[in-house]
Nanobody
Framework: QAQLVESGGGLVQAGGSLRLSCAASGRIFSSLPMGWFRQAPGKEREFVAVISWTGGTIFYADFVQGRFTISRDNAKNTVDLQMDSLKPEDTAVYYC????????????????WGQGTQVTVSS
């Protein structure tokens, strides 16, 4: 059974950094685009970043503003999200996603979702 498992969330002060990691198993995700969404309390899930299977195409949400970096290791079937200069408004549950269609920026585009990892940024 295909599975995405996130790790690396936690509590950090504003201006700090966290590195999220997503481990894929159960099928070959190395040939598929993978990415990250997030959902803050009371808000809809929103796109964060996505990377193509070669790593040659990367999209970020406007709010990232150069603070986050997505990367992947196809040999290990993992995708990471390095988050620097974190702000309190980055507080959310972060979800790993894979196998998109369409624009790659909409939640409805994705077939596979992880269970999420909490990121909390204190001011």
């Amino acid at each position: 059974q295909a599975q995405l498992v996130e790790s690396g969330g936690g509590l950090v002060q504003a201006g700090g950094s966290l590195r999220l990691s997503c481990a894929a198993s159960g099928r070959i995700f190395s040939s598929l685009p993978m990415g990250w969404f997030r959902q803050a309390p009371g808000k809809e899930r929103e796109f964060v970043a996505v990377i193509s299977w070669t790593g040659g195409t990367i999209f970020y949400a406007d709010f990232v503003q150069g603070r986050f970096t997505i990367s992947r290791d196809n040999a290990k079937n993992t995708v990471d999200l390095q988050m620097d200069s974190l702000k309190p408004e980055d507080t959310a549950v972060y979800y790993c996603v894979a196998d998109p269609e369409g624009s790659w920026r909409e939640a409805a585009d994705y077939s596979f979702w992880g269970q999420g990892t909490q990121v909390t940024v204190s001011s």
